[in-house]
């Protein structure tokens, strides 16, 4: 338990050091505080110059709250539990392994550092999207989940802040289910983990921005704008109740299993889910949502 115990307080202490040292130094390109900040700036200005809903307002409906949102699930989230979970449950992990004698190194394919850089984070990417893409399926199938992913889908007006809207658990689902695969291919660095994580805020920024974009052929592979904004429609179609286009980066898992789904151009649907005017409307009320309400609907 003492471990334990020490594992939390590192972690605490080791990430406030690094949130600090975010804020406080600009003289690296992987810093994750202002790399967020300019490719939000870069994306709202590509909202203001290129608007898909002419009509909506530059600062639309809760971008305040979004924005809120962005820093707290990106940052502070982290500060106040996630890091400390992530470490202590991937330790607790290993020590239940060790018990049969097994390692989390010998589930080990292969080790990334023995192959070329351009190779291994490719490998990387495309493993950890597709598990993310089936991570997102659950939050919508299973009702726990769905409960926690309806803070994201109580979007009613898109733009690139919306992105980040999520509740708190999103994460932590995501990364327990993310933790084997990617732990199987280790051998990644900092730097190496900061290209493919700025790429996939950039596309997904991109993807809830108020633009009319789908990249042509290109559509095909990556998720787009025109795309994702038909995973937020309201009224879902009948044979696809639990949702479409679940891709996170590339949108390709959707139409290799079928789960696309773009009829028409979405520029003027209604988004959100069945009973969202009574859903929460403030941060808190949002967070504490999934508290007492335990089925889909």
Aim: charged residues 20%.
């Amino acid at each position: 338990m003492e471990k334990y115990i020490d594992i939390i307080k590192n972690s605490y202490t080791g990430y406030f050091n690094y949130l600090k040292n975010e804020l406080i130094t600009i003289n690296h390109w992987d810093n994750y505080f202002y790399g967020l900040i300019v490719i939000s700036l870069v994306v709202w200005g590509l909202e203001i110059a290129f608007p898909w809903r002419k009509n909506q307002s530059i600062f639309r409906k809760d971008f305040w709250l979004d924005t809120f949102y962005m820093f707290f699930n990106f940052f502070l989230l982290n500060l106040i539990v996630l890091i400390a979970l992530s470490n202590t449950a991937a330790a607790f992990f290993n020590d239940i392994l060790s018990i049969v004698g097994v390692s989390i190194s010998s589930f080990q394919l292969f080790d990334v550092d023995d192959l070329p850089k351009a190779v291994g984070l490719f490998i990387f990417f495309i493993i950890s999207d597709f598990v993310q893409w089936n991570t997102h399926r659950l939050l919508h199938k299973v009702p726990l989940f769905w409960n926690f992913h309806k803070v994201h889908h109580s979007v009613k007006e898109m733009g690139f802040a919306a992105h980040l809207r999520y509740h708190w658990m999103e994460p932590v689902i995501y990364k327990s289910l993310l933790y084997i695969p990617i732990a199987i291919i280790g051998g990644f660095d900092a730097q190496d983990v900061a290209i493919v994580h700025f790429f996939a805020i950039t596309v997904g920024h991109l993807n809830h921005a108020n633009l009319g974009w789908d990249y042509g052929f290109l559509k095909y592979v990556f998720n787009n704008p025109k795309m994702h904004i038909w995973h937020h429609v309201k009224e879902l179609p009948k044979d696809k109740a639990d949702g479409i286009n679940y891709g996170i980066t590339l949108s390709l898992w959707d139409y290799i299993f079928k789960t696309d789904h773009v009829p028409y151009d979405g520029r003027d649907i209604e988004l959100g889910f069945e009973g969202d005017e009574n859903f929460p409307k403030d941060f808190i009320g949002q967070e504490l949502y999934p508290l007492h309400k335990n089925t889909k609907k």
